[in-house]
């Protein structure tokens, strides 16, 4: 494999992601990145992290934040990613991480990180009142990606303006060090359609773990009956389901549970349009609640078995740290030597 621009051989493929131990994991985290993170363990040697580090940028509750993490742990596993084969891990037990992310700190520069839209929608007119770590968020980001010299990325739409920023920073660490293709350039890894799950109770917003209505959602871990029930009461419109892509495209709440059945049916929306075309919510809301419970009910079923003892959950955790710890180290070995440290 050879890079066409230098002809120095590309670096070998390596996958990273991250999740927030923040609770209240729901069908948007399932379509729209943990689905994809089973898909690429085929293809690719992936790390999953946990980003416990990331997740103190706000204030946790410690007892909450242990569970979170281990939830989140369980649901990849119950989701299908091979702890064997694959790396399962969280931040915080990988030194790696914080202290690239400091070296990151003296790399990126205020201007770059002022301009995140992230970091403006979290603080909002609290600004000053912000944890410096929530401000420098994306370095710790980057440094989460480039400590692997990871080389692609699976990310949603809301992550793309970051792993720019990682981008910029892997560059600039690359020219000021005059260490050319050190760190790769990263490159966002994009699913396929219908990765976007809006609210059940307002086709507008994206489904949310801080929606105060917790029917707006469907949790990763809610049993078949309560899958069952927040489908029925979703908010739909009075008419029967569209007859044509264009026209459910103006109908937010039918277009987001048409997303939802194409995505867990793995179709195409307008493969769905064209079976329900003009047939009744009610009809098409059983039918989307049969399947939203054959694929999501098993899961459920595993996160709690796991939850109930997590020694095994911890071991997965305990082991991926190992493993991911023994590929960053002999990289920060290097970046120590690239920067002058004595060591
Ligand atoms: N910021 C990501 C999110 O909130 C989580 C994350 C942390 C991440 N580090 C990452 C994602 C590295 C991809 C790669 O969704």
Redesign the pocket.
């Known amino acids: 494999m050879e890079n066409k621009s230098n002809n120095r051989p590309a670096p070998a493929p390596r996958v990273?992601?991250?999740?927030?131990p923040t609770g209240n994991l729901h069908l948007g985290n399932y379509l729209g990145?943990i689905r994809n993170f089973v898909t690429l363990q085929e293809t690719y040697d992936c790390l999953y992290?946990v980003?416990d580090l990331?997740a103190i940028t706000v204030w946790q509750e410690p007892s909450v934040l242990a569970r979170h993490t281990r939830e989140v742990t369980a649901a990849f596993l119950a989701c299908g990613i091979d702890p064997k084969t694959q790396i399962i891990f969280n931040?915080s037990a990988v030194p790696a991480h914080a202290e690239l992310a400091w070296v990151f700190n003296c790399v990126a520069r205020m201007g770059w990180l002022g301009r995140m839209t992230?970091f403006k929608d979290k603080a909002g007119k609290h600004q000053q009142n912000a944890s410096v770590g929530l401000f420098a968020?994306?370095n710790?980001?980057?440094a989460?990606?480039l400590a692997y010299k990871?080389t692609h990325?699976?990310?949603?739409e809301?992550?793309k303006q970051?792993?720019e920023l990682?981008r910029d920073i892997a560059q600039k660490f690359n020219n000021d060090f005059d260490a050319p293709d050190f760190f790769p350039l990263p490159e966002p890894l994009i699913q396929g359609p219908a990765t976007r799950v809006m609210s059940l109770r307002d086709g507008a917003v994206k489904m949310s773990k801080s929606d105060k209505s917790d029917n707006a959602r469907i949790n990763l871990n809610d049993n078949a009956d309560l899958i069952a029930k927040k489908i029925r009461k979703a908010k739909t419109d009075p008419r029967p389901l569209p007859e044509s892509e264009e026209e459910a495209t103006t109908r937010p709440e039918a277009d987001n549970l048409i997303g939802i059945y194409a995505a867990l049916a793995r179709q195409s929306r307008g493969d769905v349009i064209q079976q329900f075309a003009g047939r009744s919510f009610a009809a098409f809301k059983n039918e989307l609640s049969d399947l939203a419970v054959a694929v999501l009910a098993p899961i459920g079923e595993e996160m709690s078995r796991l939850m109930a003892a997590p020694d095994h959950v911890d071991d997965v955790l305990r082991d991926g740290a190992l493993r991911a710890a023994a590929i960053a180290t002999p990289i920060m070995d290097d970046v120590k030597r690239i920067i002058g440290f004595v060591r």
Request: charged share 5%; net charge negative; proline share 7%.
């Open positions: 990273f992601s991250g999740v927030q990145a992290c980003v990331h931040q992230q968020y994306p710790l980001m980057a989460d990606i990871s990325v699976p990310v949603g809301d992550q970051h792993l990682c």
